[in-house]
């Protein structure tokens, strides 16, 4: 599968919960399911405490930045759903032409 460089943003895009909120806001995207994938459990509470960003699907990437102890409590989240490679990978296929985004490129897509 073959994502353009331009429907994937990571570091150096702007703050994530700014970014989620513009691209949410662009009438291109009005009507999608709206796909976060994340590595950071810190960030995706951001994204939870912006009532705006209710219409997210969040979930924690197990294979990056996190520990056994911030899987443990994101599983305790309704929103969070945790996801491993393995699993991203083959989701990847079903929510296509969905928005997905924050995939770390350098993981996974080289």
């Given amino acids: 599968m073959s994502i353009p460089p331009e429907r994937i943003y990571g570091l150096g895009t702007g703050p994530k919960v700014e970014v989620l909120k513009q691209l949410q806001s662009k009438p291109e995207h009005s009507g999608l399911t709206l796909h976060f994938v994340e590595d950071r459990l810190a960030t995706l509470k951001n994204v ?3 009532p705006h960003l209710d219409k997210w699907n969040l979930y ?3 294979w990056g930045y996190n520990t056994p102890s911030e899987r443990e409590e994101a599983n305790t989240i309704s ?3 945790l996801v491993d490679l393995h699993d ?3 989701k990847l296929n ?3 032409p969905t928005l997905l985004l924050f995939t770390y490129k350098e993981r996974f897509l080289s």
């Fill in 60 to 62: 924690l990437g197990t």
């Fill in 94 to 96: 079903s929510i296509v």
């Fill in 48 to 50: 939870i405490k912006e």
């Fill in 79 to 81: 929103r969070i759903n």
């Fill in 88 to 90: 991203f990978c083959a």
